[in-house]
Every structure is written in C-alpha cells, then in structure tokens.
C-alpha cells in the first residue's frame, strides 16, 4: 500500500539558516510526489512537484527538493529560512494511475525563531 | 481567477444530524476531490468526481457522499454525524488527465461535531 512518512513532527530553526524536511515514501512503482504548505486556517499550497527528469527540483519562494529512488526519500530544503515559513508542510505522493488520489504524510510544524 | 472557493467556512452540528458542503473549483478545471484533515494530521481522501460521476473512493464510510454539477461545483454530504467526524474538510480541483496535474486547494470548512 502507498504511504507516506514525515519522521519529524515538530521543527524549529533560527531565522536565516538552512532547512531540510524528511519525506520518506512506500510506492511500487514511480511516484509522483509533492510537497504543500500550510499556513493556519488556510488551505493547502502546492511547493513543488516531481514527476520524472531531474530528480532535483526547484519550487516557489526558494523551495527545493531531492528525490532519491535509492531511499525513498523526497526531502525538502531551503537553504535560508524566513519568519514567514513558519507553517505546517505536507509531502504526498499520487500513483500514475490515479488521477487525483494524494496520500498525505502526517506534517511538519516549522517554528522559525527570530 | 478566483481560486476553489468553499462554503460554509465554519459549521456546527450536533450527532445524529447531517450536513452538506459545497465547493467551487478554479476557473477550468472539471475535476474535484474531497479531503478529510483531522486535527494534527494529514488529509485523507474521501472520493473524486469528474463528469458527474465519483470517479475513485477513499476508505470512508457511506455515510459520507457527494455530487458534481454540470457547471462543476461538488457538494459532499455527512448523515449521520459522528463526533469523529470533526475536522476539515478540503476541496481540490484539477484538470481530468493523470496524476500530473495538480490540484488546488480551497481554503476548506471546519466543521465541529458536538
């Protein structure tokens, strides 16, 4: 069965530095993965998508994200973080043969202090 | 273009009674799928519709059901309110194709079982 798994429930960084948030996923065949973001009371914001190609790929407000079929793993990174990332962000992974049907992970809460 | 729109934003029922759910999807897309995203968890898919039809079915109960109209607004109704049922719900448009497209998200309905 499909499944996906963020190891870190809760995440805090200071203002400025790195991030790197873990995805790790249970597929048979080639995923079509996703990371979203979401901000309290809002809904979900897609960040960036990979599908096939280059297995780094870049998303909106200076996300990026590897996927390593080796481990799966599709972890998502920011090489400097603002106050403003501070949210909850989801990884989710669709089959090709699904239309629509994203498996979500549990989240991860950025805290970013200042 | 606005975006998917939902209605009500918040909503309190009480167990035993029923509720409905209506969606908007973005501007051109045909396609919405529904999601349940209890608190401090991922969202779960409930089902899909697409050409008036539920294209594909989460692990929900029949309690829980739907309907597409032609102008491609969805509604997802609740009998029978359990207290568990407190959560939020999502709605997700997209364009009918592969798992490559990618799929908007409203900004969803709370809703409180009590």
């Known amino acids: 069965a499909q499944s996906v798994t963020q190891p870190d429930i809760h995440i805090t960084v200071s203002e400025g530095a790195s991030l790197e948030l873990r995805c790790n996923y249970s597929?048979?065949?080639?995923?079509?993965l996703f990371w979203y973001v979401q901000s309290p009371g809002q809904g979900l914001q897609l960040l960036l998508k990979y599908f096939s190609g280059d297995t780094l790929v870049q998303g909106i407000k200076g996300f990026e994200a590897e996927f390593k079929r080796s481990q799966s793993s599709f972890n998502l990174r920011k090489p400097s973080v603002h106050w403003s990332d501070a949210a909850e962000y989801f990884c989710a992974v669709a089959g090709s043969g699904n239309t629509g049907k994203l498996i979500f992970g549990q989240g991860t809460t950025l805290q970013v202090k200042p | 273009d606005a975006g998917v729109t939902q209605s009500p934003t918040h909503l309190i029922k009480t167990r035993g009674q029923q509720v409905t759910l209506r969606c908007s999807p973005k501007s051109g897309h045909d396609t919405v799928s529904w999601y349940q995203q209890a608190l401090g968890q991922g969202p779960q898919f409930i089902f899909q519709y697409y050409e008036e039809e539920e294209r594909q079915r989460g692990n929900f109960p029949d309690r829980f059901s739907g309907h597409q109209f032609p102008n491609y607004s969805s509604e997802l109704n609740v009998n029978a309110l359990l207290l568990g049922d407190s959560a939020l719900y999502l709605c997700a448009s997209s364009f009918w194709g592969t798992a490559q497209e990618t799929q908007y998200f409203g900004p969803g309905t709370r809703l409180l079982v009590l």
């Open positions: 597929y048979g065949a080639t995923p079509y």
